[in-house]
């Protein structure tokens, strides 16, 4: 299976349908002390890790395109990648945990956990397996060391 559609569109359009769901539905509607001002952290957390990822790739002149794993020109396993093998992904996940707490509907939380689903079965897992057949053993000891997420 070959990635179809870049990851930030994925998480964009789980945000839009998260913002859907809590604008029509008041199912599971939650609000705690301090609940904004988390989701904006998370926000720019997120936001942050994904920016210094994409910094590694072009500091080391490799594609960021998600979609061509293929014409990656080199392993980045320094800065965050020493500690997730998708830092990218991860500070995406961050900010659909923002916008799940900004919405304050408990209904999100299963988007959240169908962005995890749809990246490691449409991506990652397609991902990995080019990265395998270009890098070989090195990719495979990276990935001995360093998890998929966190």
């Known amino acids: 299976m070959k990635p179809l559609v870049p990851p ?3 998480a964009a359009t789980l945000i839009g349908a998260m913002y859907v769901l809590a604008a029509r539905l008041d199912v599971f509607a939650f609000d705690f002390p301090g609940r904004t ?3 904006a952290a ?3 957390a997120g936001f942050f890790i994904d920016a210094v990822s994409v910094a590694a ?3 080391a ?3 960021v395109n998600p979609l061509a794993p293929s014409r990656s020109a080199k392993l980045v396993t320094e800065g965050l ?3 997730s093998r998708n ?3 991860a500070g995406m996940l961050l900010m659909l945990i923002a916008a ?3 919405f304050g509907e408990g209904l999100n939380a299963a988007i959240v956990a169908l962005f995890v689903v749809i990246l490691n079965e449409a991506q990652i897992k397609p991902e990995e397996n080019a990265l395998e057949e270009k890098f070989g053993d090195d990719y495979r000891a990276y990935k001995t060391r360093v998890r998929r997420w966190i």
């Open 37 to 39: 001002t988390l989701a």
């Open 81 to 83: 990648y020493r500690f």
């Open 100 to 102: 799940f707490l900004y």
């Open 57 to 59: 790739f072009l500091r």
């Open 42 to 44: 998370l926000f720019v």
């Open 61 to 63: 002149r490799t594609t």
């Open 8 to 10: 930030p569109i994925i």
């Open 87 to 89: 830092p990218m992904y």
